[in-house]
T-cell receptor, first 113, second 111 residues
Framework: DVKVTQSSRYLVKRTGEKVFLECVQDMDHENMFWYRQDPGLGLRLIYFSYDVKMKEKGDIPEGYSVSREKKERFSLILESASTNQTSMYLC????????????FGPGTRLTVT | DAKTTQPTSMDCAEGRAANLPCNHSTISGNEYVYWYRQIHSQGPQYIIHGLKNNETNEMASLIITEDRKSSTLILPHATLRDTAVYYCIVRVSNSGYALNFGKGTSLLVTP
């Protein structure tokens, strides 16, 4: 079975802190994604990566950056956390030719105070 | 991507079939129908997809009308663990990378 793991289930950070969210997948998938999920807004794509060191902006990249140094790991970075970044963050991965079949991690609920 | 319309919520008795409808009247010829679900406190899970033929796998069946303007996801024997939000997504197979989940249908399976 595909397994996507995220470094934390719950995280509390202060405004202005730099925050790292880590995601690891064990199925050698080329594509990896970061979404955030907010009530009433559904899932929104922040960034995705289709290969090591490659990244593309999603719908809401402002305030975020990403890093993919190894195929299995995709990191989301909040350079200076703000309260409006309080959200559920979900990581996903998929095979290159099958981007519609995405495997999601359990999510990280981030609270910025 | 075509817009989809789903009921906000549905109930189903345990052991009965759960039939979840989705309208996608503006679907174009090369767009597929995908279904995901999200159980509370978990990430979304892929269920099934189809183009125009009915599809079945170990989780569910997908029935697509002949005009492709609507579809129904069928969970043949719903269990309490099927309580989740179910999302119907329409898009070209490999266009872009994001999945537009919309609001979905909250299915409650009751004992």
């Amino acid at each position: 079975d595909v397994k996507v793991t995220q470094s934390s289930r719950y995280l509390v950070k202060r405004t202005g802190e730099k925050v790292f969210l880590e995601c690891v997948q064990d199925m050698d998938h080329e594509n990896m994604f970061w979404y955030r999920q907010d009530p009433g807004l559904g899932l929104r794509l922040i960034y995705f990566s289709y290969d090591v060191k490659m990244k593309e902006k999603g719908d809401i990249p402002e305030g975020y950056s990403v890093s993919r140094e190894k195929k299995e790991r995709f990191s989301l970075i909040l350079e200076s956390a703000s309260t409006n970044q309080t959200s559920m963050y979900l990581c996903a991965s998929s095979l290159q030719g099958i981007s519609y079949e995405q495997y999601f991690g359990p999510g990280t609920r981030l609270t910025v105070t | 991507d075509a817009k989809t319309t789903q009921p906000t919520s549905m109930d189903c008795a345990e052991g009965r079939a759960a039939n979840l409808p989705c309208n996608h009247s503006t679907i174009s010829g090369n767009e597929y129908v995908y279904w995901y679900r999200q159980i509370h406190s978990q990430g979304p899970q892929y269920i099934i997809h189809g183009l125009k033929n009915n599809e079945t796998n170990e989780m569910a069946s997908l029935i697509i009308t002949e005009d492709r303007k609507s579809s129904t996801l069928i969970l043949p024997h719903a269990t309490l663990r099927d309580t989740a939000v179910y999302y119907c997504i329409v898009r070209v197979s490999n266009s872009g990378y994001a999945l537009n989940f919309g609001k979905g249908t909250s299915l409650l399976v009751t004992p």
